[in-house]
C-alpha cells in the first residue's frame, strides 16, 4: 500500500512568489493534515481536512495560506506571496477514524522543503 | 510555555545501551502519548502510543506515562545504529481539537 505522498520534495522560491505543495493521502483516508516545522521549532498544526470539508483551521498563519482538498483525494497547500518567514519543512498526514480517535494512527508523508530566498 | 517541553540533545550512545527519552507537558487534559521516529529527510513515523498513564511494550522499546508528574518517557533496549534517528514526543487530547501538539524532538545517535 502506497504511503503518504508529498511533491515537490523540495522547492526553492523567491519571496513574493507563488508556490503549491501538493500531497496524496493514503488511499480511503478521509483525514488530512497539514503540518510544518519552522527552522529550529517544533512541528506545528496547520489545518485539517474530512473529506473536502475544512474541519479546523486554526493553525494557518494568515491569508497568505490556501488550502484545498478537491473531491476529498489529494490536497494543495499555496503560499501567496510567499514571505522568508515561511520556509521550512510542510508536512501532509493522513488517518482514518479509528475507535473515534482518528489522530493517533496518523501516517505521515516525507514532507516538502520550502526555502523563500 | 510550551505545552511540550522536549531536550533537544544531541544523545549519542553506544550500541547495546539502554536509551532513556523523556518530554514533560502542562496541559492536563492531554490523553494520548506518542512516540514518532523520524530519520533524516523523512516524515515523522509513528512508533507508539500511550492511553493515558501506564507502560506499553512494543518488543525493544517500552513507553511510559506518568500524568501525576505530566512526564512521558520511551525507553530502547539493546539499542542499534539503526535507531539513529529524531525521536518525537507528541500528544493528543480532546481539547486539542484536531491538532497533534509536538515537543521538539531530540537527536540520538548510536555509536557502533
Known amino acids: 500500500e502506497a504511503g503518504v505522498t508529498q511533491f515537490p520534495s523540495h522547492s526553492v522560491i523567491e519571496k513574493g512568489q507563488t508556490v503549491t505543495l501538493r500531497c496524496d493521502p493514503i488511499?480511503?483516508?478521509?483525514?488530512l493534515y497539514w503540518y510544518r516545522r519552522v527552522m529550529g521549532k517544533e512541528i506545528k498544526f496547520l489545518l485539517h481536512f474530512v473529506k473536502e470539508s475544512k474541519q479546523d483551521e486554526s493553525g494557518m498563519p494568515n491569508n497568505r495560506f490556501l488550502a484545498e482538498r478537491t473531491g476529498g483525494t489529494y490536497s494543495t497547500l499555496k503560499v501567496q506571496p510567499a514571505e522568508l518567514e515561511d520556509s521550512g519543512v510542510y508536512f501532509c498526514?493522513?488517518?482514518?477514524?479509528?475507535?473515534?480517535?482518528?489522530?493517533?494512527?496518523?501516517?505521515f508523508g516525507q514532507g516538502t522543503r520550502l526555502t523563500v530566498v | 510555555q510550551k505545552e511540550v517541553e522536549q531536550d533537544p540533545g544531541p544523545l549519542s550512545v553506544p550500541e547495546g545501551a539502554i536509551v532513556s527519552l523523556n518530554c514533560t507537558y502542562s496541559?492536563?487534559?492531554?490523553?494520548?502519548f506518542m512516540w514518532y521516529r523520524q530519520y533524516s529527510r523523512k516524515g515523522p513515523e509513528l512508533l507508539m502510543y500511550t492511553y493515558s498513564s501506564g507502560n506499553k511494550e512494543d518488543g525493544r522499546f517500552t513507553a511510559q506515562v506518568d500524568k501525576s508528574s505530566k512526564y512521558i518517557s520511551l525507553f530502547i533496549r539493546d539499542s542499534q545504529p539503526s535507531d539513529s534517528a529524531t525521536y518525537l514526543c507528541a500528544m493528543w487530547g480532546y481539547s486539542s481539537a484536531s491538532k497533534i501538539i509536538f515537543g521538539s524532538g531530540t537527536r540520538l545517535s548510536i555509536r557502533p
Open positions: 496541559n492536563s487534559a492531554f490523553q494520548y
Open positions: 488511499s480511503g483516508h478521509d483525514n
Open positions: 498526514a493522513s488517518s482514518q477514524k479509528i475507535k473515534g480517535v482518528f489522530v493517533t494512527e496518523a501516517f
